[in-house]
């Protein structure tokens, strides 16, 4: 448990912080599966829409630190390469 003032405070930002981040993790998860249930479902149109929306939301996840720039590389990689074979 925090003894300090400044420990506390550290601990009550923390906590909003990683509210903020879960939603965001969320959200990033939630859009990642619309494409793959695009790709899954036959429809190329609705999954080149799909992955237009995910891939800046997955860039912004990096910018806030939600994941590593390199998980980022990686999912937008794998749902590209399976959107493409869709063609």
């Keep these: 448990m925090a003894n300090t003032a400044q420990a506390k405070k550290r601990a009550r930002n923390a906590e909003k912080s990683r509210i903020r981040n879960a939603?965001?993790?969320?959200k990033l998860r939630t859009f990642i599966k619309?494409?793959?249930a695009a790709v899954e479902s036959g429809d190329a149109a609705?999954?080149?829409v799909a992955y237009a929306t995910a891939a800046?939301?997955?860039d912004s996840a990096v910018t806030k630190g939600i994941?590593?720039?390199?998980?980022?590389?990686?999912d937008k990689s794998r749902l590209n390469k399976r959107?493409?074979?869709m063609a």
């Design 83 to 85: 959107v493409r074979a």
């Design 67 to 74: 994941i590593h720039k390199n998980k980022a590389a990686r």
């Design 34 to 36: 619309k494409v793959i």
């Design 23 to 26: 939603g965001q993790r969320s």
């Design 46 to 48: 609705e999954a080149k």
């Design 56 to 58: 800046p939301l997955i």
